[in-house]
């Protein structure tokens, strides 16, 4: 329930913003306004207005002078370009820039030899006038992109931090109201003893405290036609042990290594996965093609693999829990990250 609930926290965050943005630079005012009753007669060619030029086109629609601006962009030779909300300022490979302004159905094209000249020719145009009211969305991104690039890391980062602390939380597993709290010492003696059993994993220690649970999950290699295949599985969960609040903080580690011998050549693969893992279930069946003279052709399974997250951390979970403590999966053991 608390994966769902960050999830849907998850979406909210992201679609939200962007959702509000879309609909505000939109629906909201445009950056220009005509004067009057726009551009006359005389602007249906182009005219020259300081260091440029510009020229006005009457249209049935505003939709048809975005799409009359989008052809026009098109249709010139520019290094490159940017389109605001329909408003498209570009620059020519062979020099100057210039300004696409659909506004009221009329298309207003100004060129100018640097971004200078070409605010101060729009700003001279007479039957055009900067809208009292401008759009917050199409001003921010015209006038201070750079600020809305650097707004938008700093809300990943924060919401990245979000994420990784949110899957702390809901990864979370305490202990039942009431169980008897073991000090950290006895804690790490019942991890222990884990050693002591015949089974594919390991309990170890780390110069800093640590333990580290290590399973080999998987660890096989057959023959086939022309070669061999080898492949393993390890999971790595390290411990930390935090005596103040009785919190075993977790962080995994998945390690897939497949390799591949056979007459055309040696290839390897190596997939790390380090994260909060929600549920995992796999299972694999290799087929074997066999031939025997009484039998005939037969298929049968060569490498068979079966795994369950649960089934693995679960009953260190137990033991934890069990043990009056919390465990909790994190994505690092910076606090400030992983929470």
């Given at each position: 329930?608390?994966?769902?609930l960050l999830f849907i926290a998850l979406?909210?965050?992201?679609?939200m913003?962007?959702?509000?943005a879309i609909?505000v630079?939109?629906?909201?005012?445009?950056?220009?306004?005509?004067?009057?009753?726009g551009?006359?007669e005389?602007?249906?060619?182009?005219?020259?207005?300081?260091q440029?030029?510009?020229?006005a086109?009457r249209?049935?629609?505003q939709?048809e002078a975005?799409?009359?601006?989008?052809?026009?962009r098109?249709?010139l030779?520019t290094s490159?370009?940017?389109s605001t909300?329909?408003?498209?300022r570009y620059?020519?490979?062979?020099g100057?820039?210039?300004l696409?302004?659909?506004v009221?159905?009329?298309?207003v094209?100004?060129?100018a030899?640097?971004?200078?000249?070409?605010?101060?020719q729009?700003a001279a145009?007479?039957?055009?006038?900067?809208?009292p009211?401008p759009?917050?969305?199409?001003?921010a991104l015209?006038q201070h992109p750079?600020?809305?690039?650097?707004?938008?890391?700093?809300?990943a980062f924060?919401?990245?931090?979000?994420?990784?602390?949110?899957a702390a939380?809901?990864?979370?597993?305490?202990?039942?109201?009431?169980?008897?709290?073991?000090?950290?010492?006895?804690?790490r003696?019942?991890?222990?003893?884990?050693?002591?059993l015949?089974v594919?994993?390991?309990?170890?220690?780390?110069e800093?405290?640590r333990?580290?649970?290590?399973?080999?999950?998987d660890?096989?290699r057959?023959?086939?036609?022309g070669?061999m295949?080898?492949?393993?599985?390890?999971?790595?969960?390290?411990?930390?042990f935090d005596d103040?609040?009785?919190?075993?903080?977790?962080?995994?580690?998945?390690?897939?290594?497949d390799?591949?011998?056979?007459?055309?050549?040696?290839?390897?693969?190596?997939?790390?996965?380090?994260?909060?893992?929600i549920a995992e279930h796999?299972?694999?069946?290799d087929?074997g093609l066999?031939?025997?003279?009484?039998l005939?052709?037969?298929v049968?399974?060569?490498?068979?693999?079966?795994?369950r997250?649960s089934e693995?951390?679960?009953p260190?979970?137990?033991?934890?829990?069990g043990?009056?403590?919390?465990?909790?999966?994190?994505?690092t053991?910076?606090?400030p990250?992983?929470?």
């Amino acid at each position: 329930m608390r994966f769902l609930l960050l999830f849907i926290a998850l979406i909210l965050a992201i679609v939200m913003p962007i959702g509000a943005a879309i609909y505000v630079g939109a629906a909201g005012p445009g950056p220009y306004l005509l004067v009057d009753e726009g551009p006359g007669e005389a602007w249906l060619t182009p005219r020259n207005v300081g260091q440029g030029q510009a020229v006005a086109r009457r249209y049935a629609s505003q939709a048809e002078a975005r799409d009359a601006a989008d052809a026009e962009r098109d249709s010139l030779e520019t290094s490159s370009y940017s389109s605001t909300l329909a408003v498209t300022r570009y620059r020519l490979r062979e020099g100057g820039v210039g300004l696409l302004l659909p506004v009221e159905g009329w298309l207003v094209h100004v060129v100018a030899p640097d971004r200078a000249a070409l605010d101060t020719q729009v700003a001279a145009l007479p039957f055009l006038q900067a809208n009292p009211d401008p759009n917050p969305v199409a001003r921010a991104l015209d006038q201070h992109p750079g600020g809305v690039a650097l707004g938008i890391l700093g809300y990943a980062f924060f919401l990245g931090i979000f994420m990784f602390r949110g899957a702390a939380w809901a990864g979370t597993v305490k202990p039942a109201p009431g169980t008897p709290v073991l000090d950290a010492t006895q804690l790490r003696a019942r991890l222990l003893a884990v050693n002591g059993l015949d089974v594919p994993m390991q309990v170890s220690q780390t110069e800093k405290g640590r333990y580290v649970l290590t399973w080999v999950l998987d660890h096989a290699r057959w023959a086939r036609p022309g070669g061999m295949t080898f492949a393993s599985k390890v999971k790595r969960v390290e411990l930390e042990f935090d005596d103040a609040r009785n919190v075993v903080r977790v962080v995994e580690t998945t390690m897939l290594r497949d390799k591949d011998k056979g007459v055309t050549g040696l290839s390897a693969r190596i997939a790390l996965f380090r994260g909060v893992t929600i549920a995992e279930h796999s299972h694999k069946v290799d087929i074997g093609l066999n031939y025997h003279p009484s039998l005939g052709w037969t298929v049968r399974p060569e490498h068979t693999f079966r795994y369950r997250d649960s089934e693995l951390k679960g009953p260190f979970i137990q033991c934890v829990t069990g043990s009056g403590w919390s465990w909790r999966p994190v994505i690092t053991f910076w606090r400030p990250l992983g929470g």
